[in-house]
């Protein structure tokens, strides 16, 4: 009896490794991988007998070879005097029956197996328990569906990014030529500006596997622990090359070593710069790393065969703020022009964008219309800007002060043409911070901007209200940074009691504009009680009636 279940397991197990073999062979990619231009060449001098297109690849078959090139490298149009054969569910049928004469052979013979030793002893069952791994973790490539199509205005990344998408491509070009691709690139820039997303996207146009880390997923409680996940995952991607590591915050990992004793923190960057450092240059594996703090990072990560390429993603520019909203209101009905859009969303980064787009949607909706206006905009601004702010209860006397605050800087902010498109009640800031070098009369500008709601309630009422204070501390912050660090005072290096001379004299020269401009202040201190809003364009008709 035993005999006949032994031979029936040998028959099974015989039958499962025929199957497997003809499996294999049929499943096999003997394709050979070429260039674009290798096989556009092979289609215009009609070498090319056959074409198959499957998901990834579209495959030319010749009369002495067979050839490969990934789908997202060639246009349709190359293959217009062809017949182009779609392979799309064939092959997962075959993994699909492969799988279940798997799983049928391995439940039959664990079933045999229980069979013959249905007790196992205490002391097998420890032994084999101690051998389990403990605490390992099954690190998993993700898909990446990003394109650069889906990202807007970062052609000058692009290019960057181009050649290492053509090596992990083409890696024997590179090699042939004696050149070598950086082992990590490093993506600098300010958060929101789309770092992720343009990892992702090499990770999509290269066809590589893509391994997500944050940063502060490394920094574990346990000291080695961290350097156990480091080589798990360099592991697995040397193991799926060629492929892609993105590292996203890494100055959580890799802020300089000051001295101060870090055991675990400073074991992980080691294991971190060692596992870089075992690159071969036919690994296929290549670093991508994000920060806005480049600035802490300790300088053995950035040296040559490390980090050795740093890309700048800045903030985007007015042009490349249209093509990103561009792409963001594509299945938005609008009726926009959306170089005014890109105009009002100066310090806008990605994200920002993309938030104001959907909250200008969402606001559409609720008011039941049909299409998004730039009124939409308008009134969702700050709230991506600064957050939504309820306006406090104000009494009668309240809200007149409010107005008359509030006209005053609009007024002023208008005349010196700062970057705002319309003015709330509500505003706590007009104008966004902005990072870019600034004149000095740019800068005395934004000062008069913030001292000027105090100057118009003291012209008309002689005081203020406790509102002002973020303003009054603005405007002594940017003259404290005239004085002490940009060298902006009667001399490069000033005294302090220079800041109180700056500030009477920028003051004063409020004063007079608000007095000048005094009929101005009144119709705009009317629309805002009635309306409680009032845009830069109105504000410009009523200076320009005066001037």
């Given at each position: 009896?035993?005999?006949?279940?032994?031979?029936?397991?040998?028959?099974?197990?015989?039958?499962?490794?025929?199957?497997?073999?003809?499996?294999?062979?049929?499943?096999?990619?003997?394709?050979?991988?070429?260039?674009?231009?290798?096989?556009?060449?092979?289609?215009?001098?009609?070498?090319?007998?056959?074409?198959?297109?499957?998901?990834?690849?579209?495959?030319?078959?010749?009369?002495?070879?067979?050839?490969?090139?990934?789908?997202?490298?060639?246009?349709?149009?190359?293959?217009?005097?062809?017949?182009?054969?779609?392979?799309?569910?064939?092959?997962?049928?075959?993994?699909?029956?492969?799988?279940i004469l798997f799983l049928g052979l391995g439940t039959l013979l664990y079933r045999w197996w229980q069979k013959r030793e249905p007790y196992p002893s205490t002391h097998n069952l420890s032994?084999?328990?101690?051998?389990?791994?403990?605490?390992?973790?099954?690190?998993?490539?993700?898909?990446?569906?990003?394109?650069?199509?889906?990202?807007?205005?970062?052609?000058?990344?692009?290019?960057?990014?181009?050649?290492?998408?053509?090596?992990?491509?083409?890696?024997?070009?590179?090699?042939?030529?004696?050149?070598?691709?950086?082992?990590?690139?490093?993506?600098?820039?300010?958060?929101?500006?789309?770092?992720?997303?343009?990892?992702?996207?090499?990770?999509?146009?290269a066809g590589a596997p893509f391994y997500y880390q944050s940063g502060a997923s490394f920094v574990q409680i346990y000291v080695g622990m961290g350097a156990k996940r480091v080589h798990e995952l360099f592991s697995a991607a040397k193991k799926n090359s060629p492929s892609i590591i993105f590292i996203d915050e890494i100055d959580a990992v890799g802020k300089k070593r000051d001295g101060q004793r870090n055991d675990e923190r400073e074991a992980t960057l080691n294991q971190l710069l060692t596992e870089m450092d075992g690159f071969e240059g036919s690994s296929g594996v290549i670093v991508l790393a994000a920060t806005n703090k480049i600035d802490v990072l300790d300088s053995a990560l950035l040296r040559a065969g490390r980090f050795d390429r740093r890309?700048?993603?800045?903030?985007?520019?007015?042009?490349?703020?249209?093509?990103?909203?561009?792409?963001?209101?594509?299945?938005?009905?609008?009726?926009?022009?959306?170089?005014?859009?890109?105009?009002?969303?100066?310090?806008?980064?990605?994200?920002?964008?993309?938030?104001?787009?959907?909250?200008?949607?969402?606001?559409?909706?609720?008011?039941?219309?049909?299409?998004?206006?730039?009124?939409?905009f308008h009134q969702v601004k700050d709230k991506v800007m600064f957050g939504k702010k309820k306006l406090k209860m104000l009494s009668d006397e309240q809200k007149k002060y409010r107005i008359t605050y509030q006209s005053g800087k609009v007024l002023s902010a208008t005349y010196f043409d700062l970057p705002f498109e319309k003015l709330m009640l509500s505003n706590e800031k007009l104008t966004p911070n902005v990072d870019e070098p600034l004149i000095k009369h740019e800068l005395e500008s934004r000062i008069k901007m913030h001292l000027a709601g105090i100057v118009a309630c003291s012209i008309k009422y002689n005081?203020?209200?406790?509102?002002?204070?973020?303003?009054?501390?603005?405007?002594?912050?940017?003259?404290?940074?005239?004085?002490?660090?940009?060298?902006?005072?009667?001399?490069?290096?000033?005294?302090?009691?220079?800041?109180?001379?700056?500030?009477?004299?920028?003051?004063?020269?409020?004063?007079?504009?608000?007095?000048?401009?005094?009929?101005?202040?009144?119709?705009?201190?009317?629309?805002?009680?009635?309306?409680?809003?009032?845009?830069?364009?109105?504000?410009k008709k009523l200076i320009n009636e005066v001037l």
């Open positions: 009896m035993l005999e006949s279940k032994t031979n029936r397991i040998a028959l099974y197990v015989s039958a499962f490794v025929v199957v497997a073999l003809i499996l294999f062979a049929a499943l096999r990619d003997n394709a050979d991988p070429i260039t674009l231009k290798e096989a556009t060449k092979l289609l215009n001098e009609h070498h090319v007998t056959s074409v198959i297109a499957t998901k990834e690849y579209v495959y030319l078959k010749t009369s002495d070879n067979f050839y490969k090139i990934a789908s997202s490298q060639v246009n349709p149009k190359m293959f217009i005097d062809y017949k182009v054969e779609i392979q799309t569910g064939s092959s997962i049928i075959i993994y699909i029956l492969f799988l032994q084999s328990s101690s051998l389990l791994p403990q605490n390992s973790s099954n690190i998993e490539p993700i898909k990446s569906d990003v394109t650069f199509d889906d990202i807007g205005g970062i052609s000058d990344v692009k290019i960057e990014l181009e050649e290492i998408i053509d090596f992990m491509k083409n890696p024997k070009r590179y090699k042939n030529f004696g050149a070598r691709m950086p082992r990590g690139v490093l993506l600098v820039g300010p958060p929101g500006v789309g770092k992720t997303m343009i990892a992702k996207a090499v990770a999509h146009e890309i700048f993603v800045e903030l985007p520019t007015k042009k490349e703020r249209e093509s990103i909203l561009s792409k963001y209101l594509q299945k938005v009905p609008h009726e926009l022009d959306v170089k005014a859009v890109a105009n009002m969303t100066v310090g806008f980064n990605g994200a920002a964008l993309a938030a104001l787009v959907n909250e200008a949607a969402l606001l559409s909706l609720r008011e039941n219309d049909f299409q998004v206006t730039i009124e939409h005081e203020h209200s406790s509102s002002a204070k973020d303003d009054l501390d603005e405007a002594k912050e940017l003259i404290e940074k005239m004085i002490n660090k940009y060298g902006m005072g009667s001399s490069l290096i000033s005294s302090q009691a220079e800041e109180e001379v700056i500030m009477n004299r920028l003051y004063g020269e409020c004063t007079v504009l608000l007095e000048k401009m005094s009929h101005v202040m009144q119709s705009i201190e009317k629309i805002l009680y009635e309306r409680e809003s009032i845009t830069k364009s109105e504000v």
